[in-house]
């Protein structure tokens, strides 16, 4: 199906610095949801958000709902090495029925110590 | 939280075999799973919305006679590859939701080899 745009599709930080990775569409968005998954498991939900400008913070991490209620955005703050691993962004189009998410490529985080 | 629990998490089966993937809900009624394919260093591919009750939804191209998908209550939909071939060998996910407006919870994945 759909995908949404997410970049970068991969990052290569050194401990400790922020991280930041968006994903757009060219449709409306109802519910942004952020996941990270980590080697051979399923995706973890890390953030949920459901209202255009929503700013919501989960520890070291924070996203946004964008205001056009068509990009989201994740930082991550002082990265440390478990931080690796893969994160989507996924989204609930505001025309879909079904319930069903649209998932963007994915961020492949790797920390170096 | 909610939590999805998804078995096996490996399976190795012989081409022609079928294998059968459990999802379960563990702490709330799920009216809607849904099934995930991934192939490595790629995101998820959506197979199919299974709702409890009645047939499953497949998306376009994943064929319902080798993906039979059954969601018999609301806690359990079980997934079956069929005549497995090793082209079907992939990382297969499956997620729930609980209430509507809910956001989608995962299961851990199953790892399916094809020999």
Redesign the interface.
């Known amino acids: ?1 759909q ?1 949404l745009n997410q970049s970068p599709q991969s990052m290569f930080i050194q401990e400790g610095e922020d991280v930041s990775m968006n994903c757009t569409s060219s449709s409306i968005f109802n ?1 942004w ?1 952020w ?1 990270k998954q980590d080697p ?6 890390l953030i ?1 958000l ?1 209202k255009a400008g929503e700013l919501t913070s989960n520890g070291r991490l924070t996203a946004q709902f964008g205001i056009t209620r068509k990009d989201s955005f994740l930082n991550i703050s002082a990265s440390i090495p478990s931080d690796v691993g893969i994160y ?1 962004c ?1 989204g609930q189009p505001s025309n879909n029925a ?4 649209t ?4 961020t ?1 985080l790797m920390v170096k110590p | 939280g909610a939590v999805v629990s998804q078995h096996p998490s490996r399976v190795i089966c012989k081409s022609g075999t079928s294998v059968k993937i459990e999802c379960r809900s563990l702490d709330f009624q799920a009216t809607t799973m849904f099934w995930y394919r991934q192939f490595p260093k790629q995101s998820l591919m959506l197979m199919a919305t299974s709702n409890e009750g009645s047939k499953a939804t497949y998306e376009q191209g994943v064929e319902k006679d080798k993906f039979l998908i059954n969601h018999a209550s609301l806690t359990l939909s079980t997934l079956t590859v069929t005549s497995a071939h090793p082209e079907d060998s992939s990382f297969y996910i499956c997620s729930a939701r609980g209430r509507r407006a809910s956001p989608l919870h995962f299961g851990n994945g199953t790892r399916l080899t094809v020999t």
């Not at chain 1, 051979?40 to 939900?45: F, I, R, S, W």
């Not at chain 1, 998932?103 to 994915?106: H, I, L, R, S």
């Open positions: 199906g995908q519910t949801l996941y051979g498991e399923g995706p973890v939900l949920a459901y989507f996924a079904g319930n069903m998410l998932f963007g490529g994915g492949r």
